[in-house]
């Protein structure tokens, strides 16, 4: 039986997960989550076969689905869940989601620790992707840390109540201002602090203010709160990567000293990060909630959400200016270098040449199909190791065009370049123009080596 108390939206009384013994599936929760498992595996396969828009949104769709179930799962556990138990805090808690995940990409815009490629060229859609993707963060890390409580794995801890003083709390906002001002300062060496800065700064504000927060579980013992959400921050950070890796729309890292040793395309040490991050999410969900309750006046409201919101689309804005790498690499995009052997592409039904590069049987499928067109087997040869040139790392076509300029013809020939020599060449072709960053070009000629010397395995055009 589920217990009679009232819980808030994290399913927690005076700081506590509320405990409730396990129960036989209902049907709602064998619905939801043979929905949400079956979808997810179908968009994985869809995606592994690479048909869109599952190739390209798969990010968005593997969230959405893995929510589900993480949901379904606590909601078998304990009778309620994270969206059972309040439909209109889940849809604050997503929307919240989206201006707090974008203050990390503000941060971007000064450590470029990621960028993005593959994406949409239709500003609407690729604005309408950032949020339905980035609505997913803070959801995730909640329904994570519900699932580790409800299945044990991270049991009840308790440990001596910590005392917070004053002088703590003003310490603590400190450092959470300097660890924002830092990275901003000297991004190349304290990028990490992004990582920490919002706890540092906001939980303390939580406390004064009489809100939830891990101080104040910290100051009465309670640490179950904390363990869990660390955990679960680093099983959503597997998960994120772990969707990331094979999207055809994704973001790639170049983070200072850690370019060796990924998983997926995250550096090791990197995912160390995931679990303050957490701790960030919690600290941001609480705030946003104390002002909520304290915005008494419905135009007060408004207005905020006005200014949020516009907020999020001047952020939208300058992502597309400084973080999106590439778009999706559509053949018309090259028509200008062959403009007859681009419509023969596109007659053979050749739109995309990543999905031409990468979609089982359809290299030799459409280039037979090139042939009749009467297409030679020399501008087939070449529009192939163009398509591995824009489809490595989401080099995507304007990059291409650009190392066409600069004698890179191929994959053979970008892994034969110095990566400063290449980047500084790229830069006087642009002529002050925007260009690849250093990091990136650096990326480029170090996958171009690692995919060459392993061509004969991967089959990739361009290596001989």
Not at 108 to 124: D, E, H, M, Q
Not at 281 to 290: G, P, Q, R, V
Not at 323 to 328: H, R
Request: proline share 6%; net charge positive.
């Amino acid at each position: 039986m589920v217990e009679e108390r009232k819980a808030d939206l994290m399913g927690k009384e005076d700081g506590g997960t509320v405990e409730v013994a396990p129960i036989r599936p209902s049907p709602r929760v064998l619905l939801q989550g043979l929905a949400s498992g079956g979808l997810l595996l179908l968009f994985t396969m869809l995606m592994l076969v690479r048909v869109e828009p599952f190739a390209s949104w798969y990010y968005a769709f593997a969230w959405w689905t893995f929510i589900g179930l993480m949901d379904a799962v606590v909601l078998w556990r304990r009778g309620d869940s994270l969206f059972w138990r309040d439909h209109r805090g889940f849809l604050f808690l997503a929307l919240l989601s989206v201006p707090a995940w974008l203050v990390f990409e503000g941060f971007n815009l000064f450590i470029r620790n990621w960028y993005y490629v593959g994406a949409s060229p239709s500003w609407p859609l690729r604005w309408m992707g950032y949020a339905i993707c980035f609505s997913t963060v803070l959801p995730a890390i909640f329904e994570a840390m519900e699932l580790l409580g409800v299945t044990g794995i991270v049991g009840d801890l308790r440990l001596k109540p910590l005392g917070i003083s004053r002088r703590l709390l003003a310490g603590m906002v400190a450092v959470g201002i300097v660890s924002c001002l830092l990275p901003i300062l000297f991004p190349r060496y304290c990028f990490p602090l992004v990582w920490l800065a919002l706890f540092f700064l906001f939980d303390p504000i939580n406390y004064l203010l009489g809100e939830e927060s891990l101080l104040g579980q910290w100051e009465r013992g309670e640490w179950s709160t904390t363990s869990r959400l660390l955990l679960g921050g680093l099983l959503c950070g597997l998960a994120w990567e772990l969707f990331n890796a094979e999207a055809l729309c994704k973001w790639i890292y170049t983070v200072p000293f850690f370019e060796e040793g990924k998983l997926f395309e995250m550096p090791l040490p990197g995912f160390l990060g995931f679990l303050p991050f957490a701790l960030e999410c919690f600290a941001i969900w609480n705030f946003a909630k104390a002002v909520a309750r304290r915005t008494t006046s419905k135009a007060k409201g408004i207005g905020l959400v006005l200014c949020l919101v516009a907020a999020s689309l001047a952020m939208f804005h300058l992502v597309d200016k400084n973080t999106v790498g590439s778009f999706k690499p559509y053949v018309k995009d090259l028509e200008e270098l062959a403009p007859y052997e681009a419509r023969l592409l596109e007659q053979a039904g050749i739109k995309r040449l990543d999905i031409w590069l990468l979609k089982p049987g359809a290299r030799a499928r459409e280039s037979l199909v090139l042939e009749l067109l009467g297409a030679t087997p020399e501008m087939i040869a070449k529009w192939r190791t163009w398509a591995a040139l824009v489809t490595l790392k989401g080099i995507g076509t304007e990059n291409l065009k650009l190392l066409l300029r600069a004698g890179v013809t191929s994959l053979r020939d970008l892994a034969q370049q110095e990566p400063e020599s290449l980047f500084r060449k790229l830069q006087e072709l642009q002529r002050g123009a925007p260009s690849p960053r250093e990091e990136q070009v650096r990326l480029w000629v170090k996958e171009a080596r690692k995919v060459c010397k392993e061509e004969p395995q991967r089959g990739l055009p361009g290596c001989k």
